[in-house]
Nanobody, 121 residues
Framework: QVQLVESGGGLVQPGGSRRLSCAAS????????AGWFRQAPGKEREFVAAISWTGDSTRYRDSVKGRFTISRDNAKKTVSLQMNGLKPEDTAVYYCASYSGNSIFTGPRYWGQGTQITVSS
């Protein structure tokens, strides 16, 4: 009953920008916090950014602070991740997630299918 679909992945040159979008069905992003995670080959899935239900609170992993910005539009049931100054180490499959509560200090419950970001020259 909850479906999340990411879009916006692709090949980007180092220093480039890309915007990811996650569209949700139902009331998932209307009522709960949301986040972005990523997973590189051979590595564990890691937290990237999160945003509260109301959008008043955000949290980022240190390595993306100042480069990535998470936002949401509850009316459209979307959450986005604007990525600037991309680096090769940002290469990963990016997943959006709907959290188990309206706080960024809860955790992911439902996942999208993922979208690939490759940063290479």
């Amino acid at each position: 009953q909850v479906q999340l679909v990411e879009s916006g992945g692709g090949l980007v040159q180092p220093g480039g920008s890309r915007r990811l979008s996650c569209a949700a069905s139902g009331r998932t992003l209307t009522n709960y916090a949301a986040g972005w995670f990523r997973q590189a080959p051979g590595k564990e899935r890691e937290f990237v950014a999160a945003i509260s239900w109301t959008g008043d609170s955000t949290r980022y992993r240190d390595s993306v602070k100042g480069r990535f910005t998470i936002s949401r539009d509850n009316a459209k049931k979307t959450v986005s991740l604007q990525m600037n100054g991309l680096k090769p180490e940002d290469t990963a499959v990016y997943y959006c997630a709907s959290y188990s509560g309206n706080s960024i200090f809860t955790g992911p419950r439902y996942w999208g299918q993922g979208t690939q970001i490759t940063v290479s020259s």
